[in-house]
Every structure is written in structure tokens, then in C-alpha cells.
């Protein structure tokens, strides 16, 4: 098939779908002439207009199956790729019975696709992961995949507006500090520790700490900031996804715990400093030239849980203290 129409079922997580960066370029470089579509939910809409050329974005509002299908029966798609490991999509994929169908096996998503992949191992990165399914359709992929962002002149504006609301002069030196983590508590690295490397920043570097992050994560920046001699920028909730990337882009350096800003940073190439706990590495750390991490790697550790084991009381955050963060940002982003 020389141009064929193809649909991509994007992944449903902000970070997840940061990585699939490169997998999306893949496929249109192996068919540059198809039709590429990206079946996105709202909160992902933003990453997939911003780190691949696409033609056209389904939105994947909460839908029942067979409503799904139908609206992806009039497209008329030849090929198709899931991301996901949701199953009602790979479902309404198989229901439209589009020829050629490529996902990886897990659950009883298998026999929904005609090319069913198994899975790579969790010490594959997750951009490899994804790339794996552009390998089976032929697409040649690179040595070093790295994911990346386009920072829009909207985008830009509207980071630009909220800076002048704060008072922030220009030429500020800003750090941003995103430290929400949907994903649970076992992911969340501790306020009191935000404060402090926050405080730090701002008395010993002179450099204004942002707090960043969604809606969800205003309580705890307000808590953050009740914590700190010195009071930050509060960024959360105030922008867009694509706003906050634009701001990520104006700073220095961002420190994440291992969440989708933590992804977007890095495709900014931005410094970035992962602060990695009940995951793994290499699996889903950061990944780019000027991206670094640390991970206490303790006995329990990946635990991929939500929140911590009984009796275990946080030990992999809690390993990472303010001291090891300060001082692995001032290396990683070259302010030493």
C-alpha cells in the first residue's frame, strides 16, 4: 500500500503518549504519502498536535464501543495501530475490521489484531516499546529515538501573559519544580522536600522556583508554597498543558518527579531531573541529551504501585534527599 490511511490509537497518559513521539514519526516516514490519523482522548490531544506531524486527530471522547466504530467505519482505514492497552478501543478497532491490525498481545487483546505483538521487556525503554509495533509494518527505525516537543507562538504568548501577571521581569532565572504525579503517592515526592529545594534555589542561587503542574496539583503546590521562606511562582492550573510546555521552555531547568511534565521537558530539551521511585528507569525515565534522573533503587524498587508496600514507609522517596536533588541539578543542568 503506497497511500494507505492509516489510525493510530494514541496512549491515554501524558507521558505515555510523549514517548510515542518517535513511533508517530516512524510511521510517517514509512508512508509518507498515507493518511495518518491519531485516535487521542481530550488530555493527550495537546502532546500528539505537538510532537508529530499528523493529518488529522479523532477525538476519543468517553464513547461507547459501538459508537467508536462507527465513527471510525466512515474513515475508511486501511491500516491500524494501538498504543493502548485499552480494550474497548482495540474492540472498535476489530468491529470496523480494518485489514491490518497491530497491537501487543495482553488481556484478550490478542486476537483482535491480526499482527498481535508480545510485549518487550520493561527494561526496554517505552519509546522502544512503541517503536517495536512501527518494526513489524516495515518502518525502519533510528539508533537513538528521542522524543520531541513544538513549542508553538500561541503557546509561547500565553506563558508569556501569565509571567507578566506574577510581576516576573524579564531575564528572570526561573527552575521549574513539577511536583504532581497522577499516577499516586508512591510517585510523589514529598512536600516539606519541594519547600526546601525550592527555598534553596531561591537563597543560595537566586533563582525563582515555578511550581507546575494541572488543576489536580494546586492544593499541593499551595501547601508547597505555605512551606517556603520565600514564595514561588505558582503556575498550576493557571495554563494549558501546551502553556505549561512553553513555560517549562523559559526556565533554566525543571525538576519532575515521574510524571508526563517530567516527559515533556525532556522533548523540550530542557535540563530535566527525573526524581524516579516506584518505577523503572529504564523503562520510562527521561530521555534526551540533557536529561538526568535519580533512583534510590531500594530492595523493593520497581514496585509499579501506587502507593507504597505495608511497613515500607516511602523508602525509595525517601532516599532522595534535598541534598542529593540540589546537588544532582546543579551538575545536570551546569549552575555548579
Known amino acids: 500500500m503506497k497511500f494507505p490511511r492509516i489510525v493510530v490509537k494514541a496512549p491515554n ?9 518517535p513511533f508517530l514519526e516512524a510511521v510517517r516516514a514509512h508512508w509518507p504519502k498515507g493518511h495518518l490519523a491519531v485516535l487521542a482522548r481530550p488530555q ?12 488529522e486527530i479523532i477525538d476519543e471522547s468517553p464513547h461507547e464501543v459501538p459508537e467508536l466504530a462507527g465513527s471510525l467505519r466512515e474513515e475508511g482505514f486501511d491500516v491500524a495501530f494501538s498504543l493502548s492497552s485499552s480494550q474497548g478501543a482495540a474492540l472498535a478497532l476489530a468491529l470496523v475490521r480494518i485489514p491490518v491490525r497491530v497491537g501487543f498481545r495482553g488481556g484478550l487483546r490478542g486476537f483482535l489484531f491480526t499482527e498481535p505483538v508480545e510485549p518487550v521487556s520493561r527494561y526496554i525503554h517505552c519509546t522502544r516499546h512503541y517503536l517495536r509495533l512501527a518494526e513489524v509494518a516495515g518502518a525502519r527505525v533510528g539508533r537513538n529515538p528521542v522524543p520531541r516537543w513544538e513549542v508553538r507562538p500561541r503557546d509561547k504568548a500565553e506563558a508569556r501573559k501569565f509571567l507578566a501577571r506574577q510581576g516576573a521581569r524579564a531575564g528572570t532565572k526561573m527552575v521549574a519544580l513539577a511536583m504532581g504525579g497522577a499516577y499516586g503517592p508512591s510517585k510523589r515526592w514529598f512536600s516539606a522536600s519541594w519547600a526546601e529545594l525550592g527555598d534553596r534555589l531561591a537563597l543560595e542561587r537566586g533563582i525563582t522556583p515555578v511550581l507546575v503542574g494541572g488543576e489536580a496539583e494546586r492544593a499541593g503546590a499551595e501547601r508547597i508554597a505555605g512551606l517556603m521562606a520565600r514564595h514561588p511562582l505558582d503556575a498550576t492550573g493557571k ?33 530535566t531531573l527525573g526524581l524516579l521511585s516506584s518505577g523503572n528507569p529504564s523503562w520510562t525515565g527521561p530521555i534526551g541529551r540533557k536529561t538526568a534522573f535519580l533512583y534510590a533503587g531500594v530492595e523493593c524498587s520497581p514496585c ?29 543542568a551546569g549552575m555548579r
Do not use: Q
Open 239 to 271: 495554563l494549558s498543558l501546551a502553556g505549561t510546555a512553553a513555560l517549562l521552555s523559559m526556565c533554566r531547568a525543571v525538576v519532575s518527579n515521574d510524571s508526563g511534565l517530567m516527559h515533556v521537558s525532556a522533548a523540550l530539551g530542557v535540563p
Open 44 to 55: 493527550v490531544r495537546p502532546v500528539v498536535e505537538r510532537v508529530a506531524e499528523t493529518v
Open 13 to 21: 497518559w501524558v507521558g505515555d503518549a510523549v514517548m510515542a513521539g
Open 304 to 332: 509499579f504501585r501506587r502507593t507504597c508496600l505495608p511497613g515500607r514507609n516511602y523508602a525509595c522517596l525517601r532516599e532522595l534527599t534535598v541534598e542529593r536533588v540540589f546537588t544532582a541539578l546543579m551538575a545536570s
